[in-house]
Nanobody, 125 residues
Framework: QVQLVESGGGLVQAGGSLRLDCAASGRTFSDYNMGWFRQAPGQEREIVAAISFNPGITYHTDSVKGRFTISRDNAKNTVFLQMNSLKAEDTAVYYC??????????????????WGQGTQVTVSS
């Protein structure tokens, strides 16, 4: 089992920045691919970014490329999502997730068996 706890969400004006942290416990963090997903009201949960377990290959969905950056610190068992130039359409609950897939970076929700409780990000326009 992997336990995930997100932090760092909040209310920010459009154009501002936030950093989300996800602290993991329970298993060897460096064995897991990590992903950030988001879900806006009435919409499906979608992947935002992902980072492989080794050596840290990353994926960012098109709508956040150039604005968001995923990274990880295996010594601190933490994955980060730095969000810059935030837009109103980034408003959502953001979830951290972990996957033990061994090849490639998982991008589908069903590939992630472990999830955090979510943190709200609200961007005012």
């Amino acid at each position: 089992q992997v336990q995930l706890v997100e932090s760092g969400g909040g209310l920010v004006q459009a154009g501002g920045s936030l950093r989300l942290d996800c602290a993991a416990s329970g298993r060897t963090f460096s064995d897991y691919n990590m992903g950030w997903f988001r879900q806006a009201p009435g919409q499906e949960r979608e992947i935002v970014a992902a980072i492989s377990f080794n050596p840290g290959i990353t994926y960012h969905t098109d709508s956040v490329k150039g604005r968001f950056t995923i990274s990880r610190d295996n010594a601190k068992n933490t994955v980060f999502l730095q969000m810059n130039s935030l837009k109103a359409e980034d408003t959502a609950v953001y979830y951290c997730a972990a996957s033990g897939r061994r090849f490639g970076i998982p991008l589908a929700r069903y590939e992630y068996p472990y999830w955090g409780q979510g943190t709200q990000v609200t961007v005012s326009s």
